[in-house]
Each structure stands twice: as C-alpha cells, then as structure tokens.
C-alpha cells in the first residue's frame, strides 16, 4: 500500500499549507483529498509535488506492505 505521511510531514517542515497548494500553485483540491484517502494519484502529480516541494518522491509517498496480502 502506498502511503503519503511523508507527504505530511514534508509539508509541515516547509511550513506550507494545503491551501497554498491549491491557491498558489494549482492543485487540485480533488488530489488532495484523494491522498488524504490513500487513494491513487498520478505520476505526474507525483512529479508536480516533487517540484513544488522542490524534494524527492521519498518525500512524498512511502511504500507500507500490507500483511494481510499473498501474492
């Protein structure tokens, strides 16, 4: 499962808000509350956030294996 608590953290760190996300920069409004979710996102999204963030996808999503799951 991926998680985006980095996202979180990352975003507190820098002292940025959601609103300033979308207000200042154009996201939408609909990703992130699709990240709050844990539902997908896109690679350019992903791409959008590192830029803004100016940091690396580590920074915003982290892999958390699911147990319950065989493969």
Same mark, same amino acid.
């Given at each position: *499962?991926?998680?985006?608590?980095?996202?979180? /953290?990352?975003?507190?760190?820098? %002292?940025? !808000?959601?609103? /300033? @996300?979308? +207000?200042? #920069? %154009?996201? &939408?409004?609909? !990703? @992130? #509350?699709? *990240?709050?979710? %844990?539902?997908?996102?896109?690679?350019?999204?992903? $791409? !959008? @956030?590192? +830029?803004? @963030?100016?940091?690396?996808? &580590? $920074?915003?999503? !982290?892999?958390?294996?699911?147990? &319950? /799951? /065989?493969?």
């Amino acid at each position: *499962m991926i998680s985006y608590k980095p996202f979180y /953290e990352t975003l507190f760190k820098q %002292g940025k !808000t959601e609103y /300033e @996300l979308i +207000f200042h #920069h %154009g996201l &939408s409004s609909n !990703t @992130l #509350h699709r *990240m709050k979710k %844990g539902k997908p996102i896109t690679t350019a999204t992903l $791409d !959008t @956030l590192c +830029f803004i @963030l100016d940091c690396n996808v &580590s $920074d915003v999503i !982290t892999y958390v294996p699911d147990d &319950s /799951e /065989e493969r």
